[in-house]
């Protein structure tokens, strides 16, 4: 069976194979951790087990309200934020045409509530003015303020434009089973929910319905993306030297000697997105206690012309992550030119991807010349199997990481001080204490 595969060996000027190797015990008891339940964030280990607990018939009801949707809108706006909603854009703007939106469906998804943009919001309610048009809100806490506000701006929009009854029918809210601001006015409302388990982190949802609904939405395949975070689970949780160990142990060993930045970098602008996904995966679960590596991103060969300077010559405290696509989906050959003005007449012939192969070989080359260390990660192609198998992959392997950290990877206590100070300053009641201190900084 091919699925996603790691590949350490060019590290090894940087950090020598047995160091990463003397840290595989430590990553397999990072492992027993996660699996056994005494890991730091116990209870938020459920997302081990979501390629099993989604069943056949979670995944029909998810097909069936994604249908009933498209049937009854052009367009449906997800709205989420962080955890809430990388996952599902990362899948879709993988598979989906760049040109055509995600029109598998024939149906257009976009995406709010993971900003506080007001242009963006005037846009949005111009652009849905003559639509027909669904939404999908997202939000475990039901409390986040970038969602919440997204969401009733849209309700009230909705509402007015096809009255409440309506709107009710084409609104979906996933969410907590029973807390939150959220599911109290879905249950009021009668809204279609899914339930967001307790014990599952929003950064580890993406296979749960948070991910699953909006992608089957958009027209893919949710079933085929189960069915590799399946095939993932097993590599991962049987064996003891399966790739997320590698991974873990790698990236871990480089840490340990200085190289504090690690760049995921493609090499197929489709894939931006998994790195967003990735980003906060990692920075939300690692970034704590004055530790952790900073999870950065680029696209290549776009960022070569702008970013590709620094990491070949900039301060040395970079480790970078390829992911390699092994096999495109289409064929496109570059054609021959009479004049050949550009000399590129030697190209004639040469798929596109080739050229691109061999930019992602001069360039790991380059890198580990200039004093990067390269690890690659290989997916056959661009499918829904293949990303579920990634999407776990890197799941179990920031759950090890962040225990060999010694942090605890699932929760995000930095995350509130913005809040708190933005609260502070729009002056919301029970902040007053917090308003008069800020304002003296102010
Ligand atoms: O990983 C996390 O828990 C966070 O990034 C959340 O996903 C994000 O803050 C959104 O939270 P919520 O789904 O509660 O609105």
């Keep these: ?188 409302e009668n809204y279609k929910t899914f339930v967001i388990p307790d014990n599952v982190g929003g950064r580890f949802s993406a296979l749960t319905p948070v991910g699953l609904l909006p992608i089957a939405i958009a027209g893919f395949d949710i079933c085929a993306l189960m069915q590799g975070a399946s095939e993932m689970r097993k590599e991962c949780l049987d064996n003891t030297e399966s790739i997320a160990i590698e991974y873990a142990a790698a990236r871990t060993a480089l840490y340990r000697k200085g190289y504090v930045v690690e760049i995921l970098a493609n090499f197929n602008p489709k894939l931006h997105y998994i790195t967003e996904w990735w980003k906060q995966l990692y920075g939300e679960s690692e970034g704590k206690e004055n530790k952790g590596i900073f999870p950065a991103g680029a696209d290549f060969t776009t960022d070569l012309h702008s970013m590709g300077q620094y990491i070949q010559q900039g301060l040395r405290m970079l480790m970078e992550t390829i992911i390699s696509v092994e096999k495109s989906n289409y064929k496109v050959e570059i054609p021959s030119d009479v004049a050949n003005l550009d000399n590129l007449n030697f190209l004639t012939g040469k798929r596109i991807d080739e050229v691109n192969k061999m930019a992602e070989l001069g360039t790991q080359i380059a890198h580990i010349d200039g004093g990067v260390p390269n690890m690659k990660i290989t997916l056959p192609s661009l499918s829904e199997q293949y990303i579920g198998q990634l999407f776990f992959f890197f799941e179990v392997a920031c759950g090890i990481s962040g225990n060999m950290l010694g942090v605890n990877p699932f929760d995000q206590p930095g995350v509130e001080d913005y809040k708190n100070n933005m609260f502070a300053l729009l002056e919301k009641p029970g902040y007053e204490e917090a308003t008069k201190a800020i304002k003296a900084k102010l």
């Design 1 to 188: 069976m091919s699925s996603v595969k790691f590949d350490y060996s060019k590290i090894y000027n940087f950090v020598a194979k047995d160091e990463v190797k003397a840290l595989y015990p430590e990553a397999q008891e990072a492992l027993k951790s996660l699996k056994n339940g005494t890991s730091k964030g116990n209870d938020f280990l459920g997302w081990l087990d979501t390629p099993n607990d989604i069943t056949p018939e979670i995944l029909a009801d998810i097909e069936k309200t994604a249908a009933d949707l498209r049937a009854r809108t052009q367009v449906v706006v997800v709205i989420g934020i962080g955890g809430s909603y990388l996952g599902a854009r990362a899948v879709m703007e993988t598979l989906a045409d760049s040109f055509h939106n995600f029109d598998k469906a024939d149906m257009k998804v976009i995406f709010a509530g993971h900003n506080i943009g007001e242009d963006y919001y005037h846009e949005l309610l111009n652009y849905l003015g003559n639509k027909e048009f669904g939404i999908c809100v997202i939000s475990k806490s039901g409390a986040t303020t970038e969602p919440a506000i997204a969401f009733r701006l849209l309700k009230e929009f909705l509402e007015k434009k096809v009255g409440r009854e309506e709107a009710a029918k084409r609104i979906v809210a996933i969410t907590d089973g029973s807390k939150g601001a959220l599911r109290t006015l879905a249950d009021q």
